[in-house]
Each structure stands twice: as C-alpha cells, then as structure tokens.
C-alpha cells in the first residue's frame, strides 16, 4: 500500500513544518476558505487501489481509524489556509532558504482535497523527504519509487490546474466550467481546418499554426515501446494520442472520473444535481376567470348607432304606408265539425289542392284477422272453391284467428320472388332463329343508287397550274366565275374557273395559308394570311360599282383604325391596321407592278392559320393557334376595329366558323366543338368529337348540321338539335382528312385527305325532325398525286354549279364537273 504509506509521511510533514512555520505576518492577503462537499472531498482526495480513504496523519493504521471521524470540512478548510500561508511566505523571500537546504523534495499540501475555488500550489519543505519515505517503506504500503514518482506528477498536474482557476477566480474571471484540461495552453496547434490527415501521411510536418510555420511530426512510439511503457509506468494507460495535432495528452485523475462518470450515464460533473426540486408554475385550484381580460368594449354598454338608423327607417316605413300591418284574422262563429271536409277546398303553400288521405277501414271488415262471422266463408263455399280453376279462384280468403301471434306469414310471398328473380334472370334470353342466308347481298343496306342522287362531280375537266409548292386553300367568288388559291411559294394566283387562266398573282413574301372570299356581293375583296399578317385585297374583277364600293370600305377602314402608316403593334393593342401597297402581276402570271394599291394590311402579333367571313361580309375572324389568349380574333371592316372575344381558350384552337343564319360562333380546337352564343355571350353547346385532333370543319348552309374531319381519318357528322356527339362517324380514307366542305345548294358535301383523294357524298337534309339525314358515298375523285405524305389539302364546291376544285400538294389544282 505505497500511496496510502506516502499519504501518511505527508502528514507527518506537515505537523512538523506546522511546529516549525513561523506566525503569519499581518499582511498576510485574505483567502477564501471554501467547503467542498463530501462527494468533491472524495474526488480530490482519492483512494486506493483497494478503495480505503488515503489518510492525512503520521501516525499508523489504528490512528487512520481513529482519525476516520474527524470532520473534514474543517481539516480541509485549515490545509487550504496553510498552503496560501505558505505561498505568501515564499512570495517574500522565503523560497530561496528552502533552496539551500540538503534533500529536495515536494509533498502534496492539500492532498487532492481543495475544491475548485479554495484550492492553490503548495510548496512543502526537503527535511520532510526522508520522513515521508521512511513511512513508505514501512508495513502499511509496499510499491516502487516510480509508482510514488507517477503519483507526484499527477498530483502536481492537479494542483498546478487548481492554482489556475484559483487565479482566474481571484481576478473576477469566471473560468469555463466545461473546460477541465490546460489543452488549450498547448503551442503549436493544429490550424489547417477541416482537411483529411490522410494528405499528410507521407509528409514531415502534419499542418500550419497561425503563423504560417509548418508543425512537425512528432516521434511515434511503435506498439513494443508502448507495451514496456505500460509495465514500466502507470501513466501510459491513461495516455491517449492526438493525431490532428500530433501528440501525446495524458489525462488526469478528474478527466478519468468524468470518463467514468459518463460511461455510467451519469452527469460527468458532480454538482450537476439531475433530480433538481419542481417547480408549480400552474396552480391547481379551480378560480372563476372570464374569457377575455380586457375591459369591457364601448359598444356593449352604449347603444348602436346602426340599430338607431334601422329602427328609424321601419317607423318611417310605417308612417307612410310603406309597410302595411296584418290584421288579426277573426275566428268563425259557426265551423265544420269534420275538418277533413272542409280542406278539400284548402290550397296548400305550394298552391296544390290538398288531397286527404283515404280513410282506413274500420276494425272488424273481411281482412281483419278476426273478421265478423257473415264475412267468414262456410265449409261448402271453401269446397267449391277448391273446384274452381286457379284463374277463378278468390285471391284472398278470409280467416278468423284468435289472436295476432297466429297470424302466419303471406304463404306465397316465396313463390312470388322466386317468379320475378327468373323473370328477371329470363329477360335478355330471347329466343332467336338462326337464319339461313344465301344472298349476302341481303346483308348490304338497301341505299338509293348513285345514278339516282346526281348531279355530283364525276369528271377532272381542268388542272389549274403555276404554283410551284403545295396549294392550301381555295376559294371561289360568289358568282362562281373566279377562283382564289393561296400556295407555300408564297403567292396567292387568281383563276378563271371556265378556261383556266390565272388573271393576278399577289407576291405576299410569307407562304399563304389560308384564302377566303368577302361572301358580299357589293365588294370585290377577299382575305389571305401570310404570316403574322392579314391581307384585305381588292380583285378588280368586278364592275366600276363594286370597285369603287372596296376602294371606299378599305379607305374608310384605315380612317377609322387610324392607320395608314407602316408602324408596328403600339403597346396596348391588339393588331395593327396599315395601308398595304404591294406587288401583283397582270394577266398571264408575269410579275411586275401596279393594281395592287388600296390594300389593308391588319399586323398580328402570331403566325396566322385561318381567316373566314361572316354571312353579311363586315365581320371576319383569324386563327392564330400559338396566339394563346389572342389565338382567336375577331374583326370589322366597317369600323376597322378589333376585339378579342375570348381570355381563355380551353385547347388550342384550329377552327373557327361563323353560323350561316344566327349569332352562334363555331370554335374547334384539337379535340372538341364548342358553340357559343355571340348574342348572350355564353356557352351554348360542347360538341365532343372523340376523335383525333381536328384539321378541318364546315357548316351545313341551314346551320344545323356540322362535319368535322380529324386525323385519325375520320369524318364526324353531328346534328346540333339531336346530340353533342357524332350522328355519324365516316371512316373510308387511309390517311388524315385535311379538308371538308358543304355545297351552298345541292344536297352534297366532300372530304379531302392525304391519301390524294376525294369523296363525294350525298347529304340530304330533311324538314322534318324525326327523319334522319340520308347520308350515301357516290364518287371517289382521283386527280392528285402524293408529294412527301401529303395529298388533296383542300377541297371547295361551285357556289351554283355541282363542280368540285381540289388544291394538291403536287402543286396544281383540278375542276371535276357532271357531264
């Protein structure tokens, strides 16, 4: 028990230097006695290896027993005064005495024992050396020198760190409690930040410090080293290495306890008290408080002001007879003793005659459970109906029983739901005969024959040439003397139906997309779209009268648009109306100059699709599908103005349509008709194709039938007045139907597709609702050729004759007649 034995000459020490320590001197500085508790007693005193209490006093083990009872607060409070005596001596002088004196050595003072802010450095004297290892050899301890050396240095770590604090706390410093090693005393730290070690392994130095100097390595002890360290020296097993920083730390004895303390799931400082008293901050006795408390608002003790205006405005209205008081209705003298009777007279609230409900019967009638004995039959009337037929036989016989509990169930109340689940069951299964067909033609629907439903167009008359790239769109006058073709080689040709012969070209500078002739007969005008610009042209195939009546429409639409200029899209505005004064060519297709001027050009801010006229020859409407909310724009001649009718479109649109006769605006976009009502400004109708997505649609010239051809190759025709979806879906082309159209007097309607064909159908109408359309193919038209997947593009009827023209991607044009 070495550590026990040396704990034991320090005391010896001690009594002796307090025999020999002079009286303190009066200017000696007050210091702080502080009373640790037992717990920190026991932290700082330590223990054996054994756990026995390391003693204080030189005397042996009977006097540790005795002294075990001594109060230690009071013994460590006196050590703690004797040190800070003994460091204000040496601080006098009287270190260098100590110095001379023969056999150097240093005993703990306070042996582990001073707390946090009462402990300090103790100097002790050489002549207790030989005293204290005298009492370490003795039989109380036995151990090595080293082990005693181990010790001392631990305990000088201790009490070095203690004198630290004890200085910061002398200074007014409040020293971090967390912190309980000098680590951050140490030079040389690491400073590179966040970098992986591993790009120092091979190099000399392991990082910088603040000053830019390179840290080198220190020497590392390989594991033979370490392993005769542990056996030579108790410090190695609480040794651990920094490999950030590149040494070695040694802990010490408190650092230990806190390890200890926190494997445990202890607190790793001891005046961490972990059951800490509660505290009621919430009462619990019940107590009366309102729900609110603020005072009282003004209004619930001063009365309304807006009630005062009220009430004023009712006794006003009484006055004068605005609102007239009931009188009290007076009860009838004489009244009807039956009230049921005199309510058939009554009408209810809902202004219905009340109707009273029939009586029941009263008890005792023949389907009572015990009716009267005259309703009962007789043993011969019960044999005399069992001799009927079942058809004869009375539906219900009546039945006397003495009580309600023998009433039995209904008895064919089984039989009556097992007939209506196999009526049910039965239903569908009707019987049908397997007929025996030897004529398939039986089979074919009985339709008139094409012979019977002419005039149609049969025969290619003309082929109309010129245009260098695929024609989209044609249009014919009403006259039907003249027909308008628009081309992707950017130019719009104008033809002579009869001979063929193209009479103007308009060099427009943007492939034409769409052609329309003005359906008034007054002008000479029709529109195309290039681009994002909108052509309004005169022909000059009409007379001096119509001339002169587009020259005027066109002029006073630049006056009233305020255009004439050749500026662009002011902000705020839709379009832009400019004076147009571009080129065109004379008869017989050469380019050159003149006859073009008097043009209007309308500016949109999208690549425009479509343009198509309203019946009366004012209004037109364009189609810009990438116009999102300007997709769809609607203008007049007249007054040169333009309006935007819709602010959102569901879809992108593709079509549109003005009807023929009423105020009603055909829109179609990829997948869906929608009709609305310009009148009322709403939706009237969602006409839902379930086909591909639209490429073309025409309305019928009564306006109440609507074809529609799509992509996926087919032609729906739907009646308006019967149903949103299709009356009939036509599916006799192979590729995308690009275009359909309606004659304006003859009962056919066609449809042009990909497949460079068109089929001429006979459409017949009927006045009366409940006759369907009578709709029968008569004519495949072949006169076309396919140019890169593409076929007819367009297809247009005579406006008087039954002739159909077909716009091709093969750059020409044909005129099939009747012969």
Not at 410 to 425: H, N, W
Not at 576 to 587: A, D, I, L, N, V
Not at 775 to 797: C, E, N, S, W, Y
């Amino acid at each position: 028990m070495a550590p026990r034995a040396k704990r034991t000459a320090r005391g010896g020490a001690r009594q002796k230097e307090e025999q020999l320590a002079p009286a303190p001197e009066p200017e000696l500085e007050a210091v702080e006695l502080a009373l640790s508790s037992d717990e920190e007693w026991e932290a700082g005193s330590g223990s054996d290896d054994d756990g026995s209490p390391l003693a204080v006093s030189g005397s042996d083990s009977e006097d540790d027993e005795e002294g075990a009872g001594v109060d230690r607060d009071i013994e460590n409070a006196v050590l703690g005064y004797m040190a800070a005596a003994e460091k204000q001596r040496q601080r006098r002088g009287a270190g260098e005495a100590s110095d001379d004196e023969p056999g150097g050595g240093d005993a703990s003072g306070s042996d582990e024992d001073d707390d946090e802010e009462g402990g300090s450095p103790v100097v002790t004297d050489s002549d207790e050396e030989p005293a204290a290892d005298g009492v370490a050899g003795g039989p109380s301890g036995s151990g090595s020198e080293e082990e005693h050396e181990e010790d001392d240095e631990g305990e000088a770590e201790e009490d070095e760190r203690r004198a630290r604090r004890a200085a910061a706390l002398a200074a007014g410093e409040d020293p971090d409690p967390a912190s309980d090693s000098s680590e951050e005393e140490r030079p040389q730290r690491n400073t590179v930040g966040d970098v992986p070690l591993e790009w120092y392994r091979h190099e000399e130095h392991i990082g910088y410090n603040v000053e830019g100097q390179k840290i080198e390595k220190g020497p590392r002890r390989d594991r033979l080293d370490k392993l005769i360290a542990k056996q030579d020296s108790g410090k190695e097993f609480r040794t651990v290495y920094d490999e950030y920083n590149g040494e070695e730390i040694v802990l010490s004895k408190e650092e230990m306890r806190m390890i200890a303390r926190i494997r445990a799931g202890q607190f790793p400082h001891v005046e961490v008290n972990p059951f800490e008293d509660e505290v009621d901050w919430f009462t619990r006795d019940v107590e009366v408080m309102p729900l609110r408390g603020g005072p009282e608002p003004k209004r619930r003790f001063i009365p309304s002001k807006w009630e005062e205006k009220k009430v004023v405005k009712l006794v006003r209205a009484l006055r004068k007879g605005w609102i007239k008081r009931e009188a009290p209705q007076e009860k009838p003298d004489a009244y009807l003793i039956w009230e049921d009777d005199g309510k058939t007279h009554d009408k209810t609230a809902t202004g219905l005659t009340y109707i009273p409900a029939p009586k029941l019967k009263l008890p005792g009638h023949e389907e009572s459970y015990n009716p009267p004995k005259e309703y009962l039959p007789t043993e011969e009337e019960k044999n005399g109906q069992q001799l009927l037929d079942d058809e004869d036989q009375p539906q219900f016989v009546p039945t006397a029983y003495d009580c309600l509990r023998r009433v039995p169930a209904y008895a064919s109340f089984i039989k009556e739901r097992f007939e209506r689940c196999l009526d049910l069951y039965l239903c569908p299964r009707t019987r049908r005969k397997r007929l025996i067909i030897e004529d398939p033609e039986i089979l074919v629907p009985k339709l008139p024959k094409p012979q019977d439903l002419q005039p149609f167009p049969v025969v290619l008359s003309l082929r109309y040439t010129g245009h260098t790239k695929p024609v989209r769109s044609l249009a014919t006058d009403v006259s039907g003397q003249w027909l308008l073709s628009g081309s992707d080689d950017c130019t719009m040709r104008l033809w002579e139906v009869r001979t063929g012969r193209c009479m103007r070209v308009w060099q427009l500078e943007e492939p034409v997309t769409c052609v329309a002739w003005s359906p008034s007969p007054q002008l000479s005008l029709v529109a195309a779209t290039a681009g994002k610009r909108l052509f309004l042209l005169p022909t000059g195939t009409g007379g001096e009268e119509q001339e002169a009546a587009t020259t005027a429409a066109l002029q006073q639409c630049l006056e009233a648009a305020g255009g004439g200029g050749s500026g662009g899209i002011e902000e705020g505005q839709l379009v832009s109306w400019q004076r147009y004064g571009g080129g065109t060519s004379s008869s017989g297709g050469k380019d050159g100059g003149g006859g073009g001027d008097g043009g209007v050009v309308v500016q949109h801010k999208f690549s425009i699709r479509q343009v198509t006229w309203h019946a009366r020859g004012d209004y037109f409407a364009s189609v810009a599908p990438t116009g999102n909310t300007q997709a769809v724009l609607v203008h007049q001649l007249s007054r040169g103005a333009t309006q935007n009718p819709f602010r959102k479109n569901r879809g992108r649109v593709v079509r549109v349509l003005f009807h023929p006769t009423k105020s009603f605006f055909f829109v179609a976009t990829q997948q869906n008709v929608r009709v609305y009502n310009l009148a009322k400004q709403a939706l009237a109708k969602k006409l839902v194709a379930g086909s591909g997505v639209i490429t073309s649609m025409a309305v019928h010239p009564t306006g109440d039938h609507l074809i529609v051809g799509a992509e996926d190759k087919r032609l729906c025709w739907f009646d308006l007045d019967l149903s949103t979806k299709p009356y009939r879906a036509l599916r006799y082309h192979n590729y995308a139907v690009r275009g359909a159209a309606f004659h304006r007097s003859y009962p056919l309607f066609a449809s042009s597709s990909d497949d460079a064909t068109c089929h001429i159908f006979h459409g017949r109408v009927y006045a009366d609702l409940m006759t369907n359309p009578l709709i029968v193919p008569v004519k495949i038209l072949r006169g076309h050729d396919m140019v890169d997947f593409q076929g007819v593009l367009d297809v247009a009827f005579h406006p008087t004759q039954p002739w159909a023209f077909t716009a091709g991607a093969d750059t020409t044009i044909c005129l099939f007649v009747n012969p």
